[in-house]
């Protein structure tokens, strides 16, 4: 199919998913990675009733003047299995975290309170909201994390509290990354006449990790379909998709199209928006296949607008707490913006919240080799096929992360 929206890309792409492997990880590893399955809790959390303050565990219906003298019965510390009593009349001195002692409703804290031998003199409220109650933040067999979440500090800290030593999460699926031109040079060499640095391979790398996957950066590929044949077979091989960068257009060397013509198989072709019109995606050999466009602001865009709706519909990332590049916002434009014709225009934008209200602004030159333009401004805009947008519209844009 040639010159699909982009809608029906990410339709077609999913036709072929990713395969979503699992394995145990401990805690300690898990940082940003993606729980495969929905977790539920081992233990009612908290696991029993104690004092949220160190003070005095009492019954409250006898404290209701200041002055009230009770007589002290022993004291509860956090860890301690001894369980006391409180009688009318009496109070169990209790630190944070120990568990209520029977009979006992209500805690005052120590600042509001005196020692006198053997009693406490109260001299302030005693507060039934200082008890945490069992189970009151999550129970027993509640679902606690939800499968697709990236694991971050909290989630880490809570699986802990819950009970879990190891999590089963998402295997990271190997996606290779392919730069192809005779042009290109890798970062630190010299460069000679008409050559450049090769960028592309570093920005979609970062993206893959940045979505909890596992980049596997080939040699910069020449301009020739055998060296091109030779790399697609060894990524075929050893990774579970693959991501090339150039060679994707109308050009005489544009070769990565042409050996997807003939010896691969294109699900489609080109992409109604601008920048990253020319993009195909197909297989190679049984391993999914995009054909990123070379132009480094291109490339970053259809990983964004593309690829990454493709990783996490075949990972099932949760939709709020999976891994995300973007999230979509409205904005009020400061400046006009001119849309493409019969393509989604993605300007590049720097959106600034504005006492609670985010405006955007176009900075620079807005060229698809420009990848500065991805560094000044922070986000894309959305504007529908033939449509350009005045100062002070209001459209839809993604804010990118
Ligand atoms: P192509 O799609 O191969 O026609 O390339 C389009 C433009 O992107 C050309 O200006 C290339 O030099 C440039 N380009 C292609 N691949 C890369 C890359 N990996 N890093 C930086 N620029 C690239
Ligand atoms: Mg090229």
Redesign the pocket.
């Known amino acids: 199919m040639e010159g699909v929206t982009i809608e029906e890309a990410i339709k077609i792409t999913c036709k072929y998913p990713l395969k979503k492997k699992t394995e145990i990880t401990s805690l300690d590893d898990s940082i940003h990675r993606i729980l495969a399955y929905d977790i539920v809790s081992k233990v009612n959390d908290p696991r029993f009733d104690n004092s949220s303050m160190d003070g005095w565990a009492v019954r409250s219906e006898d404290c209701k003047n200041h002055g009230t003298k009770l007589e002290i019965i022993g004291t509860n510390k956090a860890g301690n299995h001894r369980s006391y009593s409180v009688q009318s009349g009496q109070a169990c001195r209790i630190m944070t975290g120990a568990p209520m002692p029977d009979g006992a409703d209500a805690i005052v804290i120590i600042e509001d309170s005196n020692i006198q031998e053997n009693n406490v003199i109260i001299n302030g409220p005693a507060r039934t909201a200082y008890v945490r109650k069992c189970g009151e933040n999550i129970s027993k067999g509640d679902k606690s994390l939800s499968a697709g979440t990236m694991l971050n500090s909290a989630e880490i800290s809570l699986s802990a509290t819950i009970g879990y030593d190891e999590l089963e999460v998402i295997q990271k699926p190997k996606i290779a990354i392919i730069?192809?031109?005779d042009?290109?040079v890798k970062p630190g060499k010299k460069l000679l006449d008409g050559q450049?640095y090769?960028?592309?391979?570093f920005g979609l790398a970062a993206l893959v990790k940045k979505i909890g996957c596992e980049p596997i950066r080939f040699d910069i590929v020449q301009d020739s379909i055998e060296g091109l044949r030779d790399v697609l077979d060894q990524a075929s091989r050893t990774c579970d998709a693959i991501l090339t960068?150039?060679?994707?257009?109308m050009?005489k060397w544009?070769l990565v199209r042409k050996i997807m013509e003939e010896e691969g198989e294109i699900k489609f072709w080109k992409i109604k928006m601008r920048p990253g019109g020319p993009p195909l995606f197909g297989k190679w050999k049984e391993t999914p296949l995009f054909g990123l466009?070379?132009?480094?602001v291109s490339s970053h865009v259809v990983f964004t607008m593309i690829v990454f709706p493709w990783i996490s519909y075949s990972l099932g990332f949760n939709e709020e707490k999976g891994p995300k590049l973007a999230d979509r916002v409205n904005v009020i434009l400061k400046n006009p913006l001119k849309g493409a014709p019969d393509k989604v225009c993605l300007r590049r934008i720097k959106i600034t919240n504005e006492n609670g209200i985010l405006k955007a602004t176009t900075k620079t030159h807005q060229g698809s080799?420009n990848i500065n333009s991805m560094v000044v401004h922070n986000g894309l805009s959305l504007l529908p096929p033939n449509q350009d947008a005045k100062t002070g519209e209001i459209i839809e844009a993604l804010w990118l992360r």
């Open positions: 730069s192809n031109g042009e290109l450049i090769e960028s592309n391979s960068s150039g060679g994707v257009s050009g544009d466009p070379g132009n480094p080799g």
